[in-house]
């Protein structure tokens, strides 16, 4: 997961994210990377304690795609908030313009684990969209931090 | 925006007419100077104020306070009252994420002398005591049915627990409490969010901050406050933490829904609305007030802690340090308000999304000790800056729905200021002000420097002489705790 597949925009008070996948399904993962990168660094260095992986099971339904991409990063950063993770992998079961199906890994945040960065309050509506550019998908998500 | 576009009204107030853009329902009026202008015609902020003149039912005109800058959906700084009769709405992002971010100010019998040799000791206590920075949790843990009677209750429920005194709520926008909430509108998984959370700074722009008190602007309105030059105050800025995101969060998804219900055209979708009197409306309105009773809790809580720090540090009670509350405000609210328009009573929603209410003089839902004054006002600014106290006026009765600006409104992106500014440099500036900064991020330190916000000298000189509201005093910070 590197930051090639997302870029940040400017915001005056906020953070944007512009995220490219080569389908909608790449699209979706760079998002919740990007997301997660912008909340916290994982920290490096060997010796520390390994916390356990846990897994949820996400399936969510939405009007369309845009508004299941929100959709989809609103239930990864709340489920965060709730349960003090990460998540770092995504296993994309279903993905349809109005659905979404995932399995999804996390790491629980430890002062070993992350160096946390920046708390996004919540997800925004405001100027997405998601467009073809160059063969690629594009999509721009306006964080409230 | 082009500058070309915007009418000037007087030195304080600009206007986008109605034609700007098809579409909206009234014009725009925008707070600001002409310095000001220009750094707002570089984004989005402008375009915004018009789009929220969209809204159905919108009244008189969509608002800008001087603070304004860009958001998402409503700029920041943005007012907007809607006509309940006549089909006007409530938009939750209008409200923002975090319902009830607000500020308390507390006054002290301190006086700079007094705190001089023990603010190293103070802020580093207080640091300790207070939860803050990113996934930082409280100490309080409740039952459900004991966490609905806060959200029912709001900073009267922290009373009845202890947490403060009776005298504190007087003192407190709606006496720290909305009657309309609602527990059963909330979802699990904003109870999940907000179960660990009461009692938290929360990042970013939060903080709690000991001030000195340098400028005494009204004598008289700072006699009746038990205010004067040198004297020690103590501000703290935070919200309904992650409990409210939620619950907006939950909501807009909900109001995208009326908007086809309701057949509403919004240029953005942030601004996703229901009408007043719609069951959607009311079961938002339900669900907002408790967040905004989570959030007077939770500046209820921390000030609890912070007279309880000032207590062990000078080993004498709160009491005896006169550690009183001057007035805690909402800044990110919506209320079902009485305005007068056009010469008639109307019951209006009235949106501040980072702004504050103003109520002037007489006001009757003030408490007895400010009527003759008018409401306190509390403006944060930066922490290399000042923050101000003012009072709230008849003019802004009259002109912005009894609403004043919030803050002093960011100029740089986060980015950008991490990018540009190095933390070192910003530390060793602070210290040599004379402020000490404790944050749990270092990153913040860059987000947060003065050097990426508007300097709020300027944008409370302007609400001052647009008579939005009155200057009483001004303070500068001696030691900062930022999330």
Redesign the interface.
């Known amino acids: 997961m590197t930051s090639k597949f997302y870029e940040l925009i400017e915001h005056t008070a906020d953070i944007g994210l512009r995220v490219f996948g080569k389908d909608a399904e790449g699209l979706f993962t760079n998002a919740a990377t990007g997301m997660f990168d912008i909340i916290a660094k994982k920290k490096a260095g060997s010796g520390q304690p390994k916390t356990k992986a846990r897994f949820f099971d996400i399936e969510l339904k939405a009007r369309n795609r845009e508004e299941l991409l929100i959709a989809w990063l609103s239930e990864l950063l709340s489920l965060s908030d709730v349960h003090k993770i990460i998540f770092n992998r995504a296993h994309i079961q279903q993905l349809t313009p109005k659905k979404i199906k995932a399995r999804i890994g996390a790491e629980r945040i430890t002062e070993h684990t992350y160096q946390l960065n920046t708390e996004i309050k919540a997800v925004t509506y405001h100027q997405l969209k998601i467009a073809k550019r160059k063969g690629r998908l594009q999509a721009e998500v306006i964080f409230d931090v | 925006m082009c500058k070309g576009r915007l009418e000037k009204i007087d030195d304080q107030r600009w206007r986008i007419p109605m034609d700007y853009k098809p579409g909206m329902r009234v014009e725009g009026i925008v707070y600001t100077n002409e310095k000001l202008l220009q750094g707002l015609l570089k984004?989005k902020?402008l375009e915004q104020v018009a789009n929220a003149a969209f809204l159905p039912g919108i009244i008189k005109y969509s608002l800008a306070m001087p603070d304004i800058?860009?958001?998402?959906?409503f700029p920041?700084g943005g007012v907007v009252a809607t006509d309940i009769d006549k089909g006007g709405v409530i938009s939750p992002?209008g409200v923002?994420?975090?319902i009830n971010c607000g500020v308390r100010l507390l006054s002290t019998g301190l006086f700079y002398e007094d705190v001089k040799n023990k603010l190293e000791d103070l802020i580093n206590n207080l640091y300790h005591n207070i939860p803050a920075?990113?996934?930082s949790k409280g100490q309080i843990r409740l039952k459900l049915a004991d966490e609905k009677k806060l959200l029912t209750k709001g900073a009267a429920w922290a009373v009845e627990n202890g947490y403060g005194v009776k005298e504190d709520l007087e003192a407190t926008e709606e006496y720290g409490r909305m009657k309309e909430a609602d527990p059963d509108q909330i979802s699990k998984?904003a109870y999940?969010?907000g179960r660990e959370q009461s009692g938290t700074l929360?990042?970013?722009n939060h903080f709690l901050e000991i001030q000195k008190i340098d400028t005494i602007f009204d004598e008289k309105v700072s006699r009746q406050l038990n205010l004067s030059k040198g004297q020690i105050t103590v501000m703290i800025h935070t919200g309904s933490r992650?409990f409210g995101?939620?619950v907006?969060?939950d909501y807009?998804?909900l109001m995208?829904e009326c908007l086809r219900k309701y057949q509403i055209e919004v240029p953005?979708?942030?601004l996703?609305c229901a009408p007043v009197s719609s069951p959607e409306a009311r079961a938002y309105l339900g669900a907002m007030n408790c967040a905004a009773n989570y959030a007077w809790c939770n500046r209820q809580i921390l000030m609890h802690i912070t007279r309880g720090v000032f207590e062990k540090c000078f080993r004498t009670s709160w009491e005896k340090l006169q550690m009183n509350l001057v007035y805690d405000v909402a800044h990110n609210m919506a209320k079902i308000e009485r305005h007068v328009i056009d010469g008639q009573q109307k019951q209006v929603c009235v949106h501040r999304k980072g702004a504050t209410r103003a109520f002037g003089p007489g006001h009757p839902e003030l408490p007895s000790r400010y009527k003759a004054i008018g409401q306190p006002v509390i403006i944060p600014g930066d922490m290399g800056r000042n923050s101000y106290l003012l009072v709230g006026t008849q003019k802004a009765m009259d002109e912005t729905f009894g609403s004043t600006c919030h803050g002093a409104g960011?100029?740089?992106?986060?980015?950008?200021a991490i990018k540009t500014l190095d933390q070192r440099d910003i530390l060793r500036q602070l210290q040599e002000k004379g402020i000490r900064v404790r944050t749990?991020?270092k990153?913040t330190i860059c987000e947060e420097a003065p050097q990426a916000y508007k300097d709020v000298n300027e944008i409370v000189d302007i609400v001052h002489n647009a008579g939005i509201a009155r200057r009483v005093c001004r303070m500068r910070p001696l030691a900062v705790i930022k999330?």
């Not at chain 2, 960011?410 to 950008?416: E, F, G």
């Open positions: 984004d902020a800058h860009w958001g998402y959906g920041i992002g923002g994420f975090d920075g990113v996934g998984r999940e969010r929360g990042s970013g992650g995101h939620q907006c969060s807009i998804k995208l953005d979708r942030q996703a960011r100029v740089k992106s986060r980015s950008q749990a991020s990153q999330g």
